[in-house]
């Protein structure tokens, strides 16, 4: 997985194509559509090229000058945010670009889902009841306190709290036998140890409540 950003040039896009297209490795370029708008045309070119040579079957391609040997296995992946709607420093994909992939909408993720899932992989025996109230802590954080630029109340923070507390678990199982009470007390604790820190004053005293 690759992170795009206006800082990538045509040049690092072609070296990786070359890398992808020797070993037939998969390639998903995330937030495609941050690359500089130049950068995206050329790099159309590229992916036609990546594609021809694989529909043909052809054992070599030219890329960037240079005679690569081809691995039909290789795949190229792009993931995008729309351009605008709150979404900065994106652009919109030439027409060109768009023809070379068949588009996939994504769905909201099951964030109760997710949670569970994680808790249980680190050891968490109330993982079902836990992951809802947790997930449900975010939700009427997000919704009750004032509206920080700095604030994140999506999975991304949910998945940070589960860490810890997956670590905070493992620390206290080596002192002592667990008990679901305990489960909701680190849990609890790793929630005030990485929320409490970046709430305004008000906000972290209504949160605490």
């Given at each position: 997985?690759?992170?795009?950003?206006?800082?990538?040039?045509?040049k690092?896009?072609g070296?990786?194509?070359?890398?992808?297209?020797?070993?037939?490795?998969?390639?998903?370029?995330?937030?495609?559509?941050?690359?500089?708008?130049?950068?995206?045309?050329?790099?159309?070119?590229?992916?036609?090229?990546?594609?021809?040579?694989?529909?043909?079957?052809?054992?070599?391609l030219?890329?960037?000058?240079?005679?690569?040997?081809?691995?039909?296995?290789?795949?190229?992946?792009?993931?995008?945010?729309?351009?605008?709607k709150?979404?900065?420093?994106?652009?919109?994909?030439?027409?060109?670009?768009?023809?070379?992939?068949?588009?996939?909408?994504?769905?909201?993720?099951?964030n109760?889902?997710?949670?569970?899932?994680?808790?249980?992989?680190?050891?968490?025996?109330?993982?079902?009841?836990?992951?809802?109230?947790?997930v449900?802590?975010?939700?009427?954080?997000?919704?009750?306190?004032?509206?920080?630029?700095?604030?994140?109340?999506?999975?991304?923070?949910?998945?940070?709290?589960?860490?810890s507390?997956?670590?905070?678990?493992?620390?206290?199982?080596?002192?002592?036998?667990i008990?679901?009470?305990?489960?909701?007390?680190?849990?609890?604790?790793s929630?005030?140890?990485?929320?409490?820190?970046?709430?305004?004053?008000?906000?972290?005293?209504?949160?605490?409540a």
């Amino acid at each position: 997985v690759f992170n795009c950003d206006e800082r990538i040039d045509v040049k690092s896009m072609g070296r990786i194509f070359i890398g992808l297209v020797k070993c037939g490795a998969w390639g998903c370029f995330d937030e495609f559509n941050r690359l500089e708008e130049a950068v995206l045309s050329a790099v159309s070119t590229q992916i036609q090229i990546i594609q021809a040579g694989i529909m043909s079957c052809s054992p070599t391609l030219q890329l960037m000058d240079k005679q690569v040997k081809l691995d039909p296995n290789t795949g190229i992946f792009v993931t995008m945010n729309p351009a605008g709607k709150g979404y900065g420093g994106r652009q919109k994909l030439p027409d060109n670009l768009k023809q070379l992939f068949r588009p996939v909408a994504m769905t909201r993720p099951d964030n109760e889902l997710i949670a569970e899932v994680i808790m249980c992989s680190v050891g968490f025996k109330s993982s079902a009841t836990l992951s809802c109230k947790l997930v449900a802590v975010f939700q009427l954080s997000k919704e009750l306190l004032s509206p920080q630029q700095h604030y994140d109340w999506g999975l991304r923070a949910i998945k940070t709290v589960l860490s810890s507390a997956g670590n905070l678990l493992q620390q206290t199982k080596q002192k002592q036998a667990i008990t679901p009470e305990m489960e909701q007390e680190i849990c609890v604790q790793s929630l005030r140890l990485n929320t409490l820190s970046k709430l305004t004053f008000a906000d972290s005293k209504r949160f605490d409540a």
